[in-house]
């Protein structure tokens, strides 16, 4: 039993607030399990003056998307000299900018799918590449504003000059990558388990299928070959050392094994703050390695530090 004093951080303001609400519900309820003293923060722009006033010997960050996992919260917390969980202010900032990760994983033999950063108003009527191909927001979390170009699409999507657009105005375009959805946790230093997505009634892994009871069917281990799974273990904890990584991170993959069974295996983004809700990825890989999520997230507030 520790006694230690956490502030499970959740909530905040980006799109995925509902997902962090759950998330940090889940680590505060099992924490608490684990002997901490537990105080629950929706966090808000007033932030920093309720951590003065809370002084937690530890944040535990269930924060998502913009504001919680692209180094804003991170450096608040540095400046505030409280230990928190998860990444650094840098590898935060780096990894939440799909371009900039892809560029760092490239530059250390990490396979990825070609791709140019644009601004969205510059996608209008022609194609900025042949089809198939994605467009995602440069600094967006799970999967919101991902729009899938098929092969026979005359022109490109509408929707990403429209004012319906509310994901900003930087976007990556991505050549699409055919094959199974894989992905693989890291602890540490430690690659743990590979697991296949395999979405129920969705055309890819999007928001609903991430986090809907049942809308998408975990396979761990994933059923691959064994050089294929090492492989995917050893990409995942390579991507993880070279953003600068802490505490846990997931690295999501594409795996095209139509032609042969070695195939083309192509890293897509690194996750800092990988989902922590009941139907989460990185806890269900913990658990496969013989770690229950009470003992995951003791190992997170204890590895906790400043200047991550």
């Not at 966090?43 to 804003?72: K, Q, S, W």
């Not at 022609?126 to 927001?137: D, F, L, R, S």
């Not at 055919?178 to 693989?184: H, I, K, N, S």
């Amino acid at each position: 039993m520790s006694g230690k004093h956490v502030a499970v951080l959740m909530g905040g303001l980006s799109s995925e607030r509902p997902v962090s609400l759950s998330s940090g519900n889940a680590c505060a309820y099992a924490l608490e399990g684990e002997g901490y003293r537990v105080t629950r923060v929706d966090v808000g722009r007033d932030i920093a003056t309720v951590l003065t006033d809370l002084r937690p010997d530890v944040a535990f960050n269930a924060l998502h998307g913009p504001f919680g996992e692209d180094g804003t919260i991170q450096g608040i917390l540095e400046y505030l000299q409280i230990p928190y969980t998860h990444s650094g202010v840098l590898a935060s900032a780096l990894a939440m900018d799909k371009h900039q990760a892809k560029r760092v994983a490239q530059s250390v033999g990490i396979p990825v799918a070609e791709a140019k950063a644009m601004n969205r108003f510059d996608i209008s009527s022609t194609h900025p590449m042949a089809p198939p191909y994605v467009v995602k927001p440069v600094r967006e979390g799970s999967s919101f504003g991902v729009v899938i170009v098929q092969e026979n699409q005359p022109h490109p999507p509408q929707v990403i000059g429209s004012s319906e657009w509310r994901y900003g105005d930087h976007v990556l375009v991505e050549r699409y990558v055919y094959g199974r959805e894989l992905t693989c946790g890291v602890m540490g230093d430690v690659a743990l388990g590979v697991t296949e997505i395999l979405p129920v009634s969705h055309a890819f892994y999007d928001y609903d299928a991430k986090y809907a009871e049942g809308g998408s069917k975990h396979v761990i281990p994933a059923q691959i070959s064994p050089n294929v799974y090492q492989k995917i273990q050893t990409l995942a904890l390579k991507a993880h050392q070279a953003m600068g990584c802490r505490g846990v991170s997931r690295s999501d993959f594409r795996y095209d094994d139509r032609f042969s069974e070695d195939g083309e295996v192509i890293w897509l983004e690194i996750n800092t703050q990988p989902g922590m809700t009941p139907t989460s990825l990185v806890p269900e890989m913990a658990a496969h390695a013989g770690h229950s999520f009470g003992e995951l997230v003791r190992w997170m507030v204890e590895d906790a530090t400043c200047l991550r």
